[in-house]
């Protein structure tokens, strides 16, 4: 098993979250600035890499049948993990802190960390999947991850019309519909359409969105670094709720994962995928909710931290153990 690109993606997170600290601590990214960026990072970057993980997939029957199937599991997994996450920290406090946890227990990184050791490990098979997966996060994120944030807040009003139309679920419509227009168009329009198209229209928007769409994870890293560099040395190493969601979000569920699945006599695939996404640190996008409502911002940002740098040593150990019991 090649564990490269897993310690690449760590160390370029690490190294982010050092230039994010260090601006904190200068003073180049202040309170102000901290906010502007995670709006930038809500509004513009996140759905632009919402939308370019899924148009740039190309498409064909197969992986249309295997993008879907890859939907229906990523709402069934954050739905069991969110059920999971909400027994876990019923009796933590304070409530901020208690929601933060509970968050981002049911949220990972897979769109940075996960996509390289998702196509390590299974191809581009597996960034096809992931792309699929990180689209049911959104919208489950947008959702019900909202929800969490906004409990026992009356000035973040959640509506039918705001959980379904918001930042995360319409880019995840307007991907989708993307991706199936590449296989339908084609066929109802006239040849000389699709051609002006692909060949005069499509690179632009397309070498538009590779520009934008990477910058969603250097910002969100600058904006936790500088978040942590409020917090003492003592706040950082001390706090017992950060490594009791660590060894839950990083060792215990990805363990349960795998081994249901195993017990379910799915295929090894399947599982390799599933043990993976499960694996995966707190997604940064909770710094960004949380920065944005005042939720616990500082806090978040040390749970997104440790989770990162932790993973480093307990993903190698989730993976090793998954293989023994995949059996392959």
Known sequence: ?????????????????????ICGRTGVVDSVASKKLSRLVITITNPALIIYSLIKMEYSAENLGIGFGTLLFGFAFHIILAVFS??????LKP??????????????????IGFPILQSLLG?????????????????LWTW????????????????????LNWGTVPCYIGIALYLAKGFLPAVLPASITSVFSNYISPPIMQAFSYVAPMCTPISMFIIG?????????????????????????VVFPLLICGAMKLLGMDPEWIWFGTIV???PSATVVTMLAELHDVAPEY?????????????????????????????
């Open 300 to 328: 978040s940002a040390q749970v997104v931290g440790t989770t990162s740098l932790l993973s480093v040593l307990s993903m190698p150990f989730v993976l090793l153990l998954a293989q023994t019991i995949i059996g392959a």
């Open 86 to 91: 909400y027994f876990c920290c019923l009796r």
């Open 226 to 250: 500088a978040l942590l560099a409020s917090r003492t040395p003592r706040q950082l190493l001390t706090n017992g709720k950060i490594y009791y969601l660590c060894a839950l979000k990083l």
């Open 145 to 164: 991850g909202l929800s969490i944030i906004a409990r026992g807040r009356k000035d973040i009003p959640l509506s039918p019309k705001k959980v379904l």
């Open 95 to 112: 409530l901020d802190e208690r929601k933060i946890t509970e968050f981002t227990i049911i949220f990972g990184n897979v769109g940075f």
């Open 1 to 21: 098993m090649n564990f490269l690109p897993l310690v690449h993606a760590i160390v370029m997170l690490f190294l982010l979250l050092v230039i994010g600290y």
């Open 124 to 140: 581009d098979k597996g960034l096809f999947m992931g792309a699929f997966f990180v689209a049911s996060f959104n919208i489950v």
């Open 278 to 280: 499960a694996a995966m």
